[in-house]
Each structure stands twice: as C-alpha cells, then as structure tokens.
C-alpha cells in the first residue's frame, strides 16, 4: 500500500469513527457509511486552498493532482464532484 493509500484509508476510517458507524449487513446502509466517511476524510485532507494551489501547479489531472496533494486519485475525483460549479 502505498502512502497516499495509507493515508486516504486511515482518514476514512476516522471518518467511520467521527459519525460512530458501526458494522452493518444493511448494505444500503453501508454504503451509505462509506461514502459520508470519504466525503469526511476528502473535507480533512484536501483543502480547498491546497487544492486550487495543486491545480495551479500541475493543471487538472486527477491523477497529476492527487500526486501533488499525496491523495488517491479517488478522493481528488471525489472533491471534485462536491465542489463543482453549478452549470447554467
């Protein structure tokens, strides 16, 4: 596992713990879980100044940004989707 990895994992497993999740076979519920305790983790690792700070560096690729921010690609993509503009 690499360290971007290990860090993603560990911030989202504080995630779980931040909202007290506990095991479930409720996969909806699960899933549910899982995507508020990301969304969590994404919010404390990736702010927003760090972000536009990375874009402006190396562009943006998810990829090429989550290398800048020492983030997954999944949690760049991620902050992405909860920090789109509103297309009108």
């Known amino acids: ?3 971007s990895e290990t860090i993603c994992a560990i911030a ?15 996969l909806l519920r699960d899933s549910r879980q899982e995507v508020r305790a990301d969304r969590w ?9 760090a972000y536009e700070h990375a874009e402006r560096i ?4 998810s990829g ?5 921010l020492d983030v997954t ?11 789109e503009k509103a297309v009108i």
């Open 73 to 83: 690609v999944e949690f760049v993509d991620i902050w992405k989707s909860l920090h």
């Open 1 to 3: 596992m690499s360290f």
């Open 64 to 68: 090429a940004l989550a290398a800048e």
């Open 12 to 26: 989202h497993e504080l995630g779980h713990a931040a909202f007290g999740d506990e095991y479930s076979e409720d």
């Open 41 to 49: 983790a994404v919010g404390v690792l990736i702010s927003k100044s």
């Open 58 to 61: 190396v562009g943006s690729h």
